[in-house]
């Protein structure tokens, strides 16, 4: 037999690709934002009035013996204590009247599990520049500059920080347990208008123990 032209067989197109759709992402609804609280401050900016004593800290030894002398003449009656000059707090300051701070301040008292500035019921302390404590015993680092006079078991009222810039110098960290201003259980204070640097610890705490029924209330 004789040889057969056998047709070409036809090339087989290439796949067309099917297109990648990209997924519809699901819509995310945004989140409804918690109003801010309007909250009328008047209350917190309370003031005792009555006698003014100046404390001049130019060369004292002590601004803590200087200014808690200054209180002890104000007695028992309202007033406030305005101390210049800056210095070094070695004694704890019992804040029992208004105190205003002018120029800048170390924290030298050696303590570590009470503060350096003691706050008392109904006091409002403004100004200046204070600095942290460097104080350290057995590994344990001091922390706090301002303290409820009544510590962490006690109970307080109406204390109020305005105006205070606080710098941090302890080198030791407790790992972040206690605070640069522990207000415990107060009702009623504030911490208003302050710059607080470089914190070893948690810059500012309502709230202590409960053991005796007290709580922190109201705290701005």
Same mark, same amino acid.
């Given at each position: 037999?004789?040889?057969?032209?056998?047709?070409?067989? @036809?090339? &087989? @197109?290439?796949?067309?690709?099917?297109?990648? %759709?990209?997924?519809?992402?699901? @819509?995310?609804?945004?989140?409804?934002?918690?109003?801010?609280?309007?909250?009328?401050?008047?209350?917190?900016?309370?003031?005792?009035?009555?006698?003014?004593?100046?404390?001049?800290?130019?060369?004292?030894?002590?601004?803590?013996?200087?200014?808690? =002398?200054?209180?002890?003449?104000?007695?028992?009656?309202?007033?406030? $204590?305005?101390?210049?000059? *800056?210095?070094?707090?070695?004694?704890?300051?019992?804040?029992?009247?208004?105190?205003?701070?002018?120029?800048?301040?170390?924290?030298?008292?050696?303590? %570590?599990?009470?503060?350096?500035?003691?706050?008392?019921?109904?006091?409002?302390?403004?100004?200046?520049?204070?600095?942290?404590?460097?104080?350290?015993?057995?590994?344990? @680092?001091?922390?706090? $500059?301002?303290?409820?006079?009544?510590?962490?078991?006690?109970?307080?009222?109406?204390?109020?920080?305005?105006?205070?810039?606080?710098?941090?110098?302890?080198?030791?960290?407790?790992?972040?347990?206690?605070?640069?201003?522990?207000?415990?259980?107060?009702?009623?204070? =504030? &911490?208003?208008?302050?710059?607080?640097?470089?914190?070893?610890?948690?810059? %500012?705490?309502?709230?202590?123990?409960?053991?005796?029924?007290?709580?922190?209330?109201? *705290?701005?």
């Amino acid at each position: 037999g004789g040889r057969k032209n056998i047709p070409p067989i @036809p090339p &087989v @197109p290439p796949a067309t690709p099917t297109p990648t %759709v990209a997924p519809t992402p699901t @819509p995310i609804a945004s989140p409804t934002p918690f109003p801010t609280p309007q909250i009328d401050l008047t209350s917190y900016l309370h003031q005792q009035g009555g006698l003014s004593i100046v404390a001049d800290a130019v060369g004292a030894r002590d601004v803590g013996e200087l200014v808690n =002398a200054s209180f002890d003449l104000l007695g028992n009656d309202p007033g406030k $204590v305005i101390v210049r000059g *800056g210095g070094s707090i070695k004694t704890q300051i019992v804040v029992s009247h208004d105190l205003e701070f002018q120029g800048e301040y170390t924290c030298d008292t050696e303590t %570590v599990w009470s503060g350096c500035i003691l706050l008392k019921d109904n006091v409002t302390v403004t100004g200046g520049t204070i600095y942290g404590p460097t104080f350290s015993q057995d590994g344990q @680092p001091a922390i706090t $500059v301002f303290q409820n006079a009544s510590g962490v078991h006690g109970k307080s009222a109406n204390i109020t920080i305005k105006n205070v810039r606080i710098r941090d110098r302890q080198p030791i960290s407790d790992g972040g347990v206690r605070q640069t201003i522990s207000l415990g259980n107060c009702e009623h204070g =504030a &911490v208003i208008d302050s710059d607080i640097g470089g914190s070893a610890g948690i810059s %500012v705490q309502f709230g202590g123990t409960s053991e005796q029924d007290h709580h922190a209330r109201d *705290g701005v």
